[in-house]
């Protein structure tokens, strides 16, 4: 196990495998995915619709316990631990970008970006929060609630808040898949600018070509297999 | 079974496997448990009410006074083949050794009762049998009460008066005991060939005497008419149709108070019901697009919607009525004392009106957002941002306030009464909603400096800021009249009871003859005690102003009675210290005889004005006199006071006794012991020992609304469980959104559980204040006392807020925080 713990893997899986019951039998969804990921690099999730890109990072970020195989996460067994150990894991290590945002809609702007330092017991939340704010373009919005917010603005909040913690990780599941092309792009340039400052690991699930080939490397799911 | 049917039944069954009823189901059920308890307790007492009112005389025809009935009804009854009987009742003191009791003296001849029969015990609440005759001369059977309050056991021996009897049985039940709700002194059954011996009647004493008649119902009515146009002025007849309206009466009444009572539980279960249905309704939202995609007519979904609504309103009312029954078991415990003891079974009444409240909750509350759905666009089913047009908010409005007024128009019987309530209840509401609203508001200012946990579960107060003002007002409402009741009344009969002087008047002497004034006089001055004794003639009006009282229409049921009954009339030189003249002069001294001072109040009930002349009858003489002054008396202040106070000169030629009061310290005990001894005719009553009595009889009363006020809080989880399914899903999501971005379980609770504990204070913040200024209000307008606020009732109200809703909160949301994020984050 030396070589995936290595210093530089933060991410690795071997045999990694999800399989859900459904009435024609089990169904696979992830199947036997080995993966390596070195500290800062960008890695790129593509595949067709139901190709199991969701579930792989679900898995990878311990959102979701695979049925067999295993996966580290900064060196971490993530099948070692409990629910509530692997929310402390990722509220230390992890950063999430989602398709649909997912904020808090009865928090405003500063106070969703507050959030993953407060869970993590961190001081000077307020000021961290609103720091990254403005490095996001939206230092006029912080008392704004989501439903006061465009699109696009949403999106640079929830990127915010997965920057916020200076995360060793960041997932990112279809992060314009939400957006207008000219949006999409402002987001997207965003996310790889801030991922550059900070040298965190990208893994990225997209549909979209474009973004795909702006990370180091590209890993394509057929049916659950890596191709 | 036709298709819609058949279609909506399985669906709720379906449904209800699944859980996703449970909180529809929990909200009808509380509804009519509530109302169904109080429906089984009161059907309970009117049976026992109905089987009773045949023997409520001991006999078919009874003819009462307060003096003496002459003999020749008994003869003409004899004459017409009818049997007779006759009783004669006071009170008087018990002496057994050193201990003293009041008791009801009822005296009777050998043929009693003529219907029903007595039972009497071997022990106090022993087993009980059917007595064939009436206690031997020199023998008495006494209540379980009296034999407790003297401290002894049958074969004891009892004064009295002047008389010795030896207490043989226990006095299981009689006929004719009555049916009052405060009955306060307990019974001793004598012969009344023993009464002259004891020398308890004189003239002017307060003595009830009855003639009891039983026979063939023709015999009685035809000796009806030749009685009824020959009765006295005192006398009064009475049959089986004059003794029932009065129970009904009081019965109506008692189930009219405790219907309100369990209506605050059906009206907050309502609310629950309507925000369960609409949770409901979007849930079929889906499968009522397929179907309309596939074919099915609105017709056809209106019919299953109403097919589904009947179904959860048989089940659920069921449900409902069997908790109803439960309750009312402990209903029946806790007023056992008042309402007399064993109670027949219930009958099938209350379980009708329990399905139909169950069916009309439905109607009005849930019907409309069902009613809805079948307007949903088969779209739907391509576009899943097409969702069925919301119901008209008058359709919604308007049913549920129909609903209301209809239930409370149900429980109160009275249109104008109906419309006063649902004022004051809309008010009540639109008050509890103004303060929660505020406090919310307050709350979220301080959100900014809170830490995360505190911030999350304000923030979440805010959002779902009508979702919380619902529950503080739900809540609040409950917490509220539990408070009123369980603390304010406390806090006023203390207030009461501080507002009367320790040396207060506790005992009152009835009954002292005029022949022995002069040595109790000097018995009392001879121990240095204020016995404030003063006379007392007994006497009817008969006019006033120049028009007989007799068949007067008065505005109050009390002033007819006050007209009708023998009055108490006393004379004064002097007006007493508690006394205030608010109209006219008092008389000059020496005063002019014929002259009367009127209480003001009695004078506003009778329609007595200054300068009026009234007439009285005093055992067949009359007697006139003008009043020159109204008063205002302080009642409480426990020294004997009257409606009517004379002139010297004008009462003295009629029969008198003397009453008077006085204060006994706790070990005075033996003065009063040495007073009957010497004069046995006098009576004392024991004001402490009333006081006592009615405490007990407010408690039960207050502890039994009180346990039917608990539905109410019943009602209030069932909003809490609404409200929560109904934000189920935001919750779920923003849970595993918390989740994922790393909160911990114990911290997503911590959460919760601040939100909950914070809409749980508020209630009972709310709830506090409601209560005060409730409290206030009954002090001043209902009591006449100054009502100091107490503090505690914050601490308390708060407290039990807290526990109540941050426990059931908790209970409601455990199911929600506890979904793994992947799933939920997935779903959105």
Same mark, same amino acid.
């Given at each position: ?227 | ?338 309402? /007399? ?6 009958? @099938?009444?209350?379980?009708? &009106? %329990? $399905?139909? *409240? !169950? +069916?009309?909750?439905? #109607? ?48 109160? /019987? ?6 006063? @309530?649902?004022?004051?209840? &809309? %008010? $009540?509401? *639109? !008050? +509890?909603?103004?303060? #929660? ?66 040396? !207060? ?324």
């Amino acid at each position: 196990m030396s070589e995936v713990n290595g210093r530089d893997t933060v991410l690795a899986s071997r045999g990694l495998t999800k399989e859900v019951s459904s009435p024609e039998g089990p169904l696979t969804i992830v199947s036997g995915v080995d993966l390596e990921v070195r500290r800062g690099e960008s890695v790129a999730v593509v595949g067709e619709s139901g190709a199991g890109k969701s579930t792989l990072l679900a898995l990878l970020a311990g959102l979701d316990l695979p049925s067999a195989g295993e996966a580290w996460l900064d060196g971490i067994d993530l099948t070692t631990l409990d629910e509530d150990g692997r929310a402390e894991l990722r509220a230390r290590r992890v950063g999430f970008v989602f398709q649909s945002f997912h904020l808090v809609p009865s928090l405003t702007a500063v106070e969703n970006v507050m959030l993953p330092l407060e869970l993590a017991g961190d001081r000077g939340a307020r000021e961290a929060a609103g720091a990254v704010l403005d490095r996001v373009g939206l230092a006029r919005r912080l008392h704004h609630y989501p439903r006061q917010l465009s699109g696009g603005e949403r999106q640079r909040v929830a990127i915010a808040r997965a920057f916020v913690g200076q995360p060793l990780i960041l997932f990112a599941d279809e992060p314009t898949g939400n957006l207008d092309a000219v949006t999409g792009k402002r987001i997207a340039d965003l996310l790889f600018s801030l991922n550059a400052e900070q040298g965190a690991t990208l893994i990225l699930v997209t549909h979209d070509q474009s973004l795909a080939s702006r990370c180091d490397r590209v890993v394509r799911l057929d049916e659950g297999r890596v191709a | 079974m036709t298709g819609p049917l058949l279609q909506g039944i399985r669906s709720v069954l379906r449904d209800l496997r699944a859980g996703e009823l449970r909180v529809l189901v929990a909200a009808v059920c509380v509804a009519v448990a509530s109302m169904t308890a109080v429906g089984f307790f009161t059907d309970r007492v009117g049976q026992a009410v109905a089987m009773r009112s045949a023997e409520v005389l001991a006999a078919d025809l009874v003819v009462r006074s307060n003096r003496p009935i002459p003999g020749d009804y008994l003869d003409q009854a004899g004459e017409a083949g009818l049997a007779t009987a006759t009783g004669t009742s006071f009170p008087s003191v018990v002496v057994a050794g050193e201990r003293t009791a009041l008791a009801d003296i009822e005296a009777v001849s050998e043929a009693y009762p003529l219907r029903g029969s007595v039972r009497t015990s071997a022990t106090p609440y022993g087993e009980a049998r059917p007595e064939g005759g009436i206690p031997a001369t020199g023998e008495a059977w006494a209540d379980p009460k009296l034999l407790a309050r003297l401290d002894i056991l049958p074969g004891s021996v009892i004064g009295v008066g002047a008389l010795k009897l030896t207490v043989t049985r226990v006095l299981d039940y009689r006929p004719d005991q009555g049916w009052s709700f405060v009955d306060l002194a307990p019974t001793l059954l004598i012969n009344e060939g023993d009464v002259p011996a004891t020398g308890l009647i004189q003239p002017g004493s307060r003595v009830s005497y009855r003639q009891m008649f039983a026979g063939p119902r023709q015999a009685l009515e035809a000796f009806r008419g030749v009685v009824e146009p020959r009765l006295g002025v005192s006398e009064r007849i009475r049959d089986l149709q004059d003794a029932g309206p009065e129970i009904r009466r009081a019965l109506e009444r008692a189930q009219r108070f405790l219907g309100l009572a369990a209506l605050v539980a059906v009206l907050l279960g309502a609310i629950a019901v309507a925000m369960a249905a609409a949770r409901y309704a979007r849930r079929q939202i889906d499968p009522v697009a397929l179907m309309k995609a596939f074919g099915a007519r609105q017709t056809y979904l209106l019919q299953m919607a109403c097919a589904q609504l009947v179904t959860i309103a048989l089940i659920s009312g069921a449900l409902g009525i069997g908790l109803g029954y439960l309750a009312q078991a402990g209903l029946s415990w806790l007023l056992a004392d008042i309402a /007399g003891g064993r109670l027949p079974a219930p009958g @099938l009444r209350p379980m009708a &009106a %329990g $399905l139909v *409240l !169950a +069916l009309v909750v439905l #109607a009005g509350f849930a019907l409309p957002s069902v009613m809805a759905i079948r307007r949903v666009p088969p779209l739907r089913v391509l576009r899943r941002d097409i969702t069925a047009p919301p119901p008209s908010v008058w359709l919604v409005f308007g049913a549920a306030v129909a609903t209301v007024l209809g239930l409370m128009l149900w429980q109160v /019987g009275d249109l104008g009464l109906t419309g006063w @309530l649902a004022l004051g209840v &809309a %008010g $009540l509401a *639109l !008050a +509890l909603t103004g303060a #929660a609203t505020l406090l919310l508001w307050l709350a979220g200012r301080v959100r900014g400096s809170a830490g995360a946990s505190w911030r999350y579960a304000l923030a979440g107060l805010a959002r779902r800021r009508s979702d919380s003002i619902v529950q503080v007002v739900a809540f609040g409402l409950g917490i509220m009249v539990l408070l009123l009741l369980a603390v304010v009344r406390g806090d006023l009969l203390g207030e009461w009871r501080a507002s009367l002087p320790e040396s !207060a008047p506790n005992r009152f002497l009835i009954n002292i003859q005029p022949d022995e004034l002069t040595e109790v006089e000097a018995f009392f001055a001879g121990r240095d005690a204020d016995a404030n004794l003063m006379p007392l003639v007994r006497a009817r009006l008969t006019h006033i102003e120049g028009r007989s009282v007799e068949g007067m229409e008065f505005a109050s049921d009390r002033a007819g009675r006050l007209a009708n009954r023998e009055a108490n009339l006393s004379w004064a030189s002097g007006l007493q210290e508690d006394n205030r003249l608010t109209e006219g002069v008092w008389w000059t001294d020496p005063p002019a005889p014929g002259q009367v001072s009127v209480e003001e109040d009695f004078a506003r009930d009778l329609g007595i004005a200054l300068g009026d002349r009234l007439e009285f009858d005093v055992a067949g003489e009359t007697f006139a006199a003008t009043v020159t002054s109204l008063r205002s008396v302080q009642w409480d202040s426990f020294r004997p006071n009257f409606f009517m106070l004379f002139s010297p000169g004008t009462l003295e030629a009629f029969p008198r006794t003397h009453i008077g009061s006085l204060h006994v310290g706790r070990d005075d005990g033996s003065l009063l012991l040495e007073l009957i001894r010497l004069f046995p005719s006098i009576t004392v009553i024991d004001i402490d020992a009333m006081l006592g009595q009615v405490r007990r009889v407010m408690d039960q009363a207050a502890m039994a609304v009180q346990y039917v006020f608990l539905f109410s809080l019943a009602a209030g989880v069932a909003v809490l469980f609404a409200v929560v399914e109904s934000g189920r899903n935001e919750r779920m999501f923003e849970s595993a959104l918390l989740r994922a971005l790393g909160a911990r379980r114990r911290q997503i609770l911590a959460g919760a559980l601040i939100e909950f504990a914070l809409l749980g204070v508020l209630a009972g913040l709310v709830a506090a204040g409601g209560a005060q200024v409730c409290g206030a209000i009954m002090a001043e307008r209902v009591f006449g006392l100054d009502y100091a606020a107490d503090p505690m009732l914050w601490l308390i109200g708060g407290a039990t807020g807290l526990l109540l809703v941050a426990g059931t909160g908790l209970l409601a949301t455990r199911s929600v925080v506890s979904q793994p994020p992947v799933t939920v984050l997935r779903r959105f």
